[in-house]
């Protein structure tokens, strides 16, 4: 998950508060801690734990002026829900003022540290990121060339690592060579602006101007952008749940309407799993938009059975589960006038660990509901992810040790149905999309060798 933004605007003082706004419009992507790092003459930072809005204020800015600006927001994978994890991470070595904001998860993280600390590096956390960072430096070093820097990190580097980068004040943004995690440039008034998803631009008012490929650089120096590609890969492997759940609905990643896959998505597991019922409901935000396709495809109507709380977070980020127990009953609330007596689809878009979906459906029940049946809008989750999701066991996926039947009665459901593989990368290629994405949470088969796992090596 996470979020990144990198931005270059002329004026020193509006730069680092176009990359707050930014921020601002990829919270969803990780809400634990957020920073910016800007440079003028040196790199200076600002991070904290919690949500954009509580970290930075109005007298930071003056701080942070600088004309090259990158951000995160985290979202903790490798690495613990602390301070010290928070991005970006900073070094001053040799070959100038470093910063880096990344979005994705090594696989290959421990080997890589073991062998730095064997060369006398010493490290400040536990997250892969001041990996990179370190890696970078040591790069960046030999010849000082940003290009040749990127070449070897990706010769060490096995993952997921999308990012952006400061190297003194040239602005970078930077795609892995299968594109694991999303990447995309927008061209401001008088600057740019690259970031995780479209949505970023808009809210600044900018112009898109593409995607950055897998395995190419963009970078911004004094103004001018170039783009560079740094590595070939035989494979394009795009994580899947960027369409199912991470991305918002507005967003547009390689090309594909977010909003328009996951309205494709219902539709299709409403012709795959049709069910009578008097209306169609969402687990809301994520749910929403497949369940409108749902609706739609369907037939029947669509109405509210649940309403959000706003100011509460995404309960499958958050990092402990008895947060994300106690969150589910902050998060929503039933409309009572809408559920009593009435049979309901309520559709979402996947279960992970099951335990919101469980008690959702047992405040539903609890409030009249005569039947809910449960639609979701991705095939069953049964292996764990390693590029930057947090799933990382089979023992608490529900999916990869229960049959679809099971799983409905440990939730409470009257039934429950998935949306089927085939009927997923259907809905991506009615969407405009491709079929080369990263499944492995659905299939088992992995993009790139993990220890344990079967790798699906490219043809």
């Not at 740019?192 to 120096?221: H, M, N, Q, T, W």
């Not at 979906?357 to 095939?379: D, L, Q």
């Not at 679809?404 to 998935?418: N, P, Q």
Request: proline residues 4%.
């Amino acid at each position: 998950m996470c979020g990144i933004v990198g931005v270059y605007y002329p004026d020193a003082e509006l730069a680092p508060r176009l990359a707050y706004y930014a921020l601002f419009s990829l919270q969803h992507r990780g809400q634990e801690s957020a920073g910016l790092a800007s440079y003028d003459n040196l790199i200076r930072y600002k991070k904290g734990m919690g949500l954009v809005t509580e970290v930075f204020s109005d007298e930071d800015f003056d701080l942070l002026a600088g004309r090259s600006v990158i951000g995160h927001v985290r979202y903790s994978t490798t690495g613990l829900s602390r301070i010290e994890n928070a991005q970006p991470f900073v070094v001053k070595s040799k070959a100038g003022f470093i910063a880096v904001a990344h979005n994705g998860n090594l696989v290959n993280y421990t080997l890589l540290r073991n062998q730095l600390e064997n060369e006398g590096r010493v490290f400040t956390t536990n997250s892969d990121t001041e990996i990179i960072t370190q890696l970078l430096s040591k790069f960046l070093l030999g010849n000082g060339d940003v290009i040749n820097a990127l070449e070897n990190l990706n010769s060490v580097l096995i993952g997921s690592y999308t990012m952006t980068m400061l190297v003194d004040d040239t602005l970078i943004g930077y795609r892995d060579p299968v594109g694991f995690k999303p990447l995309c440039v927008g061209e401001l008034d008088d600057g740019y602006i690259i970031c995780s998803e479209s949505c970023a631009i808009d809210a600044l008012g900018g112009k898109f101007v593409r995607d950055v490929e897998p395995g190419e650089a963009v970078i911004v120096r004094d103004g001018e952008i170039e783009f560079q590609r740094i590595a070939e890969s035989k494979r394009r492997a795009t994580c899947i749940f960027e369409y199912i759940y991470f991305a918002r609905p507005d967003s547009i990643i390689d090309g594909i309407s977010v909003y328009e896959a996951r309205t494709q998505m219902g539709k299709i597991l409403a012709r795959e799993s049709p069910v009578d019922a008097d209306y169609v409901s969402a687990v809301p935000d994520s749910g929403i938009t497949a369940a409108i396709g749902y609706a739609e495809e369907s037939g029947l109507p669509y109405m509210e059975s649940l309403i959000k709380n706003r100011y509460v977070g995404r309960t499958f980020i958050m990092p402990a589960q008895t947060l994300r127990e106690l969150s589910v009953r902050l998060k929503v609330n039933v409309v009572r006038g809408n559920v009593e007596g009435k049979k309901i689809v309520l559709v979402d878009d996947s279960i992970v660990r099951g335990t919101t979906s469980k008690r959702i459906i047992e405040m539903i029940k609890n409030s009249g509901a005569k039947e809910v049946h449960v639609r979701i809008g991705s095939p069953p989750i049964v292996a764990p992810c390693y590029f930057g999701i947090d799933m990382k066991t089979r023992e608490e996926l529900i999916a990869a040790n229960h049959t679809v039947e099971e799983i409905g009665k440990i939730m409470g459901a009257d039934s429950l149905a998935y949306l089927s593989l085939s009927g997923l990368l259907e809905a991506i290629k009615k969407a405009g999309g491709r079929k080369d994405y990263c499944l492995a949470c659905l299939t088992e088969r992995y993009p790139v060798p993990v220890p344990g796992e079967i790798y699906d090596s490219p043809s």
